[in-house]
């Protein structure tokens, strides 16, 4: 939901909320209009003070039950528990049929019931009734329902049929419906614009930071963070920001201070508590990331998206700290939720491995690539797990028959030289080893990267490395 900043700002609403405030705590709610006590309401969301914005609405309502934006806030509140009659209800009870508001909601109940062509068929109707001089008000605001729910696709297709303006509130509208179609490039040029016209705004250095951290551009995301933590050192969606950003860089120790610091400001929020965690794993620090990682557990109220990876995440922890069996318990929780089971099962297989049980690890591997039908990828992670358990001779013949399995089934499937490259190496197959680094920067300069990456210098590009090793082995001037 979009707040309007500039108006809670003012000095009209500051005596305003200042009034409202006096009258609540003396004990009395005071006599205002409805849609005064509705941009208060709004404020405290703004604010996460929720309860505070509920008491404000609910006044209202006892007010005047059948105004619209107190009954449009309620049900937008309903929506958010997926209680679609609840919604219903509070729409019924406004009055005026003919107030814009009362159609867009109707038409987000059924877009958060996932009735996308109703909806848009509701609001084509709803827009033959619109004056031509508020029909690009009605594009754009009918665009910025869908937004909010995600449906990018039926967002663009109303931005299309606006005449489009130089106005901040179009390009904001389209840069963000454009970061929505997975545009990145486009969203960052614009969100660049608003940048320019407003270089102070959080908002816009955050949405250019998400564009880029989903355009791969971690250290440009990292930097557009950084503008976003210069204005306001404490901002969470910043703090988070260049975390993530780090994280992608591999650079878990700098990463790390950031989700302490978001933590701290948002200490309810299980997502920080989750990657913090993850963080002290991918440090070595099983101890500590294995309490926080249990903390997240306690904080989980439903079927998260991420408890997949919440309990494998759990599985790794308790599995290197020699405690197999609480592993194997993370893991069996994954059976009944939505996830890649056949992964599992190669989790599994190398959780066993690492801990020395390899009969049992050979039946999970071998039930992985049964039910995946020897889907190349499946047996490409079987493959790295023998080779992070230092099964190195035998990844490297398994890798001998992937590459001729790969050649046999004219699969265009590039992974795993970088890998069997690093399998060479540590054998002392030279040769093999310079063949195989070769064809992994040709074929997969990012695995490249990722994989051989820290064994040269850091600044090196992928494009490199084959002479540079080629060169360093042929002196002797490398081991």
């Given at each position: 939901?979009?707040?309007?900043?500039?108006?809670?700002?003012?000095?009209?609403?500051?005596?305003?909320?200042?009034n409202?405030?006096?009258?609540?705590?003396?004990?009395s709610?005071?006599?205002?209009?409805?849609?005064?006590?509705?941009?208060?309401?709004?404020?405290?969301?703004?604010?996460?003070?929720?309860?505070?914005?509920?008491?404000?609405?609910?006044?209202?309502?006892?007010?005047?039950?059948?105004?619209?934006?107190?009954?449009?806030?309620?049900?937008?509140?309903?929506?958010?528990?997926?209680?679609?009659?609840t919604?219903?209800?509070?729409a019924?009870?406004?009055?005026?049929?003919?107030?814009?508001?009362?159609?867009?909601?109707?038409?987000?109940?059924?877009?958060?019931?996932?009735?996308?062509?109703?909806?848009?068929?509701?609001?084509?109707?709803?827009?033959?009734?619109?004056?031509?001089?508020?029909?690009?008000?009605?594009?754009?605001?009918?665009?910025?329902l869908?937004?909010?729910?995600?449906?990018?696709?039926?967002?663009?297709?109303?931005?299309?049929?606006?005449?489009?303006?130089?106005?901040?509130?179009?390009?904001?509208?389209?840069?963000?419906?454009?970061?929505?179609?997975?545009?990145?490039?486009d969203?960052?040029?614009?969100?660049?614009?608003?940048?320019?016209?407003?270089?102070?705004?959080?908002?816009?250095?955050?949405?250019?930071?998400?564009?880029?951290?989903?355009?791969?551009?971690y250290?440009?995301?990292?930097?557009?963070?950084?503008?976003?933590?210069?204005?306001?050192?404490?901002?969470?969606?910043?703090?988070?920001?260049?975390?993530?950003?780090?994280?992608?860089?591999?650079?878990?120790?700098?990463?790390?201070?950031?989700?302490?610091?978001y933590?701290?400001?948002?200490?309810?929020?299980?997502?920080?508590?989750?990657?913090?965690?993850?963080?002290?794993?991918s440090?070595?620090?099983?101890?500590?990331?294995?309490?926080?990682?249990?903390?997240?557990?306690?904080?989980?109220?439903?079927?998260?998206?991420?408890?997949?990876?919440?309990?494998?995440?759990?599985?790794?922890?308790?599995?290197?700290?020699?405690?197999?069996?609480?592993?194997?318990?993370?893991?069996?929780?994954?059976?009944?939720?939505?996830?890649?089971?056949?992964?599992?099962?190669?989790?599994?297989?190398?959780?066993?491995?690492?801990?020395?049980?390899?009969?049992?690890?050979?039946?999970?591997?071998?039930?992985?690539?049964?039910?995946?039908?020897?889907?190349?990828?499946?047996?490409?992670?079987?493959?790295?797990?023998?080779?992070?358990?230092?099964?190195?001779?035998?990844?490297?013949?398994?890798?001998?028959?992937?590459?001729?399995?790969?050649?046999?089934?004219?699969?265009?499937?590039?992974?795993?030289?970088?890998?069997?490259?690093?399998?060479?190496?540590?054998?002392?197959?030279?040769?093999?080893?310079?063949?195989?680094?070769?064809?992994?920067?040709?074929?997969?300069?990012?695995?490249a990267?990722?994989?051989?990456?820290?064994?040269?210098?850091?600044?090196?590009?992928?494009?490199?490395?084959?002479?540079?090793?080629k060169?360093?082995?042929?002196?002797?001037?490398?081991n």
């Amino acid at each position: 939901m979009q707040f309007n900043q500039e108006y809670f700002k003012s000095e009209d609403f500051r005596e305003l909320l200042e009034n409202y405030e006096t009258a609540v705590e003396s004990g009395s709610y005071p006599f205002m209009d409805a849609d005064d006590l509705v941009d208060i309401a709004d404020y405290y969301n703004m604010m996460e003070e929720h309860e505070k914005a509920v008491d404000a609405v609910n006044h209202a309502l006892e007010l005047y039950p059948n105004a619209t934006l107190p009954n449009v806030f309620m049900a937008r509140e309903a929506l958010q528990f997926n209680e679609y009659e609840t919604a219903l209800l509070y729409a019924n009870a406004i009055e005026k049929r003919d107030d814009p508001d009362y159609h867009y909601l109707r038409a987000e109940i059924m877009i958060a019931k996932g009735e996308t062509e109703q909806a848009d068929r509701y609001l084509r109707d709803y827009g033959l009734t619109i004056p031509a001089d508020e029909y690009e008000d009605f594009i754009r605001d009918c665009a910025n329902l869908y937004i909010d729910y995600g449906v990018s696709d039926k967002a663009y297709e109303w931005m299309l049929r606006s005449k489009g303006d130089d106005s901040v509130d179009f390009k904001e509208l389209m840069a963000r419906t454009l970061f929505g179609l997975g545009k990145y490039k486009d969203s960052q040029r614009l969100f660049n614009e608003l940048i320019d016209h407003d270089p102070y705004s959080k908002q816009y250095w955050n949405a250019l930071a998400s564009a880029q951290y989903m355009n791969e551009e971690y250290s440009e995301a990292i930097d557009s963070s950084e503008f976003v933590l210069a204005i306001d050192p404490n901002d969470p969606e910043g703090l988070v920001s260049k975390a993530n950003g780090l994280v992608r860089l591999g650079n878990f120790e700098e990463a790390l201070k950031y989700f302490r610091r978001y933590t701290e400001i948002e200490p309810e929020d299980d997502y920080g508590v989750f990657h913090l965690g993850i963080c002290l794993a991918s440090l070595g620090q099983y101890k500590e990331a294995t309490e926080q990682l249990e903390a997240v557990l306690e904080m989980v109220l439903g079927d998260e998206p991420y408890l997949p990876q919440l309990y494998q995440e759990l599985a790794f922890c308790y599995s290197i700290q020699k405690q197999l069996d609480k592993a194997m318990e993370m893991l069996d929780k994954t059976e009944t939720l939505k996830c890649d089971h056949i992964d599992i099962m190669v989790i599994r297989g190398h959780l066993q491995l690492e801990n020395g049980q390899v009969e049992a690890a050979e039946q999970s591997f071998t039930q992985a690539i049964v039910q995946s039908d020897s889907e190349p990828a499946v047996l490409l992670r079987i493959i790295i797990s023998l080779f992070d358990n230092h099964y190195i001779h035998a990844c490297y013949e398994m890798f001998k028959k992937f590459f001729v399995l790969i050649h046999q089934m004219q699969l265009d499937f590039n992974d795993g030289y970088s890998y069997m490259a690093l399998c060479c190496y540590e054998l002392g197959y030279t040769k093999e080893f310079l063949y195989y680094l070769k064809l992994a920067c040709e074929k997969n300069p990012n695995e490249a990267k990722a994989t051989l990456g820290p064994m040269l210098p850091e600044s090196m590009e992928v494009r490199d490395y084959y002479v540079y090793m080629k060169n360093a082995i042929n002196s002797k001037s490398f081991n």
